[in-house]
């Protein structure tokens, strides 16, 4: 974090008070899990966001790219990190935090699922989204 991020933090705080549950809508039905879909998260957070005039900025610093093994030998697993830079509108104070993201295709979108998991768990994490449910309860 940079040295002027008292005021940018303060919005955050107020950001993750007034958000509310973004429930799991999505479903896995391969691995059989529910997850929150990216674009309940963003309507969720982008009026907030804007109210706050709080922004961000998703840099990529770095790429990877694994071929599959196994029976995967058609997947290629991408790794993003990003540099992400959030900014109050206001103040002009910044926050800077690095991600990374992971995702596997057999086709040209493993990059693109690398990137759009990074943001969408930075965004989970850093506003403290409530999904509703607690992944550490054991379910048989």
Known sequence: MSENSGKLALKIAKIIGALGNVPKNGRNSFHKYDYV???D???ALAP????HNVAFFPSVVEVTETPGKG???QDTLATVTLEITIVDGES???MVVRWR???MDSGDK??????TGA???FLMKTFLVDTGDDPEIDQD
């Open 37 to 39: 879909m990216e674009a």
């Open 110 to 115: 493993a990059y693109y699922k690398a990137y």
């Open 101 to 103: 993201g992971q995702g």
């Open 48 to 51: 907030l966001l804007s109210e």
């Open 41 to 43: 998260l963003t309507r």
């Open 92 to 94: 002009g104070d910044t």
């Open 71 to 73: 029976s995967k030998q």
């Open 119 to 121: 943001i969408k768990y």
